[in-house]
């Protein structure tokens, strides 16, 4: 009987104390098209007065999705979040997944996530809220089949450049490239490109190294450039200012894609740098002069 009450008051102690450890979910947005890429962010703070031992095990941080209805969304694997690490008493953690290639995204609609955190020290767990999130559809405005070489004196691989447009928020529209077999059954990636204007059609060209170059209009007066990879990676974007011409997309005779008119806006990088006053060397006064 004493060691069964000892042993209620181990377990009790340990609910207690798991009570100060708070495990909460964030998304950078909240609407997606199926199959992108679902970034999650899990904030672990301890408030519980002593030293957490977390990571150790491949259980420690598990995540449930489930459809508004209920529904449990298929999980194709346990989504890994590895690396043992020691968190202090008020301090706090941040682990960063993508749910997407773990789960079975693909039907629209509204969904929740829940991350579950299991303190092994103490025989606990800790159930974050739930933070929703909607799958949503979009329209298709171009799309291009492609080659990516496989090895010599083989044929290439054969996969499709998809352009589509997706009203984010009501409110705004965005462009997203999806990469995929030329059936679309399998779907490598989906990026978002970035805010779109509804009057203006993106111009999209696929250059000599299988790469999608597109241009689209983002304002009144703006645009902007990005080379897709064939694997669905984006290379650094540039902006336009629809100066004295308007910009556009021309191939030369080697197969190279590049941005014809308009005024380019330099990058950061590019800028000079303007040093603070109090950041200057200080001046030499001038020798002086002998006669």
Not at 38 to 51: E, H, M, Y
Not at 57 to 78: C, H, I, Q, S
Not at 270 to 279: G, M
Request: glycine share 8%.
């Amino acid at each position: 009987m004493k060691i069964l009450l000892i042993l209620g008051l181990v377990a009790l102690g340990g609910l207690r104390a798991a009570a100060q450890v708070e495990v909460t979910l964030s998304l950078d947005q909240e609407q997606f098209l199926p199959s992108e890429t679902l970034p999650l962010a899990v904030k672990i703070t301890n408030r519980s007065g002593q030293q957490l031992h977390l990571g150790a095990n491949p259980d420690w941080l598990t995540f449930g999705v489930e459809a508004a209805d209920d529904f449990v969304v298929l999980k194709n694997a346990e989504v890994p979040v590895t690396g043992a690490f020691d968190l202090e008493t008020a301090q706090l953690a941040i682990k960063r997944v993508d749910l997407q290639p773990y789960f079975s995204l693909t039907k629209p609609g509204r969904y929740r996530v829940t991350a579950t955190l299991r303190i092994k020290d103490w025989g606990a767990q800790i159930v974050s809220a739930s933070k929703s999130f909607d799958v949503i559809t979009g329209a298709k405005l171009w799309a291009q089949d492609f080659g990516v070489p496989t090895g010599t004196n083989t044929p290439p691989e054969a996969r499709k450049y998809t352009l589509e447009q997706a009203n984010y928020l009501r409110e705004q529209l965005r462009l997203y490239v999806q990469v995929s077999d030329v059936a679309e059954a399998v779907v490598y990636k989906v990026t978002a490109l970035g805010p779109m204007v509804s009057f203006g059609q993106p111009e999209a060209q696929v250059d000599r190294r299988s790469c999608l170059n597109v241009l689209w209009q983002t304002g009144a007066q703006t645009f902007t450039y990005a080379v897709v990879n064939p694997d669905g990676s984006l290379g650094p974007m540039e902006y336009y200012q629809n100066f004295f011409s308007r910009p556009r997309l021309t191939v030369d005779g080697n197969g190279d894609v590049k941005v014809q008119g308009g005024t380019r806006r330099p990058k950061p990088t590019e800028l000079p740098i303007v040093k603070a006053p109090n950041e200057l060397p200080a001046m030499t006064p001038p020798a002086a002069r002998t006669n």
